[in-house]
Nanobody, 123 residues
Framework: QVQLVESGGGVVQAGGSLRLACAAS????????MAWFRQAAGKEREFVAC????????YYADSVKGRFTISIAIGKNTAYLQMNTLKPEDTAVYYC????????????????WGQGTQVTVSS
């Protein structure tokens, strides 16, 4: 099993920045890729970004491309999501997830999930 704990959420004004962190513990050698998803109130969970454990191709949702950056610190078993130029429409609960194999936009591909951290962007 892999346990994921997110941190770094909060309230920020539009145009501001936040950095989310996702710390993995447990059988940390067993995951292949990590991703961030988000879910706004009354909406379905949506893909934000994903990254392979050992580097390589990174994918972003079109809505965050150029503003958000996903990264991994392998030695710390931690993934990050740097969010710049935040917009009110970025307001959501942000979840990190890890997949045992494969890299995907689909939440169904991911085996482990964190509890989520709230990000609120005020206008």
């Amino acid at each position: 099993q892999v346990q994921l704990v997110e941190s770094g959420g909060g309230v920020v004004q539009a145009g501001g920045s936040l950095r989310l962190a996702c710390a993995a513990s447990g059988r940390t050698f067993s995951w292949f890729a990590m991703a961030w998803f988000r879910q706004a109130a009354g909406k379905e969970r949506e893909f934000v970004a994903c990254i392979p454990r050992t580097g390589g191709k990174i994918y972003y949702a079109d809505s965050v491309k150029g503003r958000f950056t996903i990264s991994i610190a392998i030695g710390k078993n931690t993934a990050y999501l740097q969010m710049n130029t935040l917009k009110p429409e970025d307001t959501a609960v942000y979840y990190c997830a890890a997949a045992r194999d494969g890299l995907s936009y689909s939440s169904n591909q991911y085996d482990y999930w964190g509890q989520g951290t709230q990000v609120t962007v005020s206008s």
